[in-house]
């Protein structure tokens, strides 16, 4: 599937109803100084649709996927590639891409199993506000 976006835009698939999610997704916002990346919920159309192309599974609503070049890229990995695109000095934090992925994905999967205890959820999915809507593909 190539779309125009994603010749221009990197798109983070996310966890619509997880309050760390959206705080991250907001986080990124914040330090994307040339609006680089888009969102997706992934309870949502494109986010649904994205999963079943990619052949990914539920399992993966545990998971930050990074969708870049037609390529998937999911948890640590793919937060590592965000945080190189960020404002200074959170690139500086891709040098833990050295840590191998194994390590590094056993304590991200640990958080995600725990962020609806740690951090809550919500009852709908998250709606932005309207002027950053425009980063958001349904």
């Known amino acids: 599937m190539q779309n125009d976006y994603q010749e221009l835009h990197s798109v983070i ?3 619509g109803l997880c309050n ?24 949502g159309e494109f986010g649904k649709k994205i999963l079943h192309q990619y052949g990914l599974n539920d399992t993966h609503l545990n998971s930050f996927i990074l969708l870049e070049h037609n390529t998937i890229t999911t948890a640590s990995t793919a937060a590592l590639r965000v945080a190189k695109k960020l404002t200074f000095p959170w690139p ?14 056993g304590i991200y999967h640990f958080i995600a199993r725990n962020r609806y205890n740690w951090f809550g959820r919500k009852k709908e999915c998250w709606i932005p506000d309207t002027d950053i809507s425009f980063l958001f593909l349904k």
């Open 92 to 105: 500086v934090f891709y040098g833990l891409i050295i840590i191998p992925a194994w390590l590094r994905n």
């Open 13 to 15: 698939l996310f966890d």
């Open 20 to 43: 760390l999610c959206s705080s991250s997704v907001l986080f990124v916002i914040r330090r994307d100084k040339y609006k680089h990346f888009r969102f997706a919920s992934l309870q």
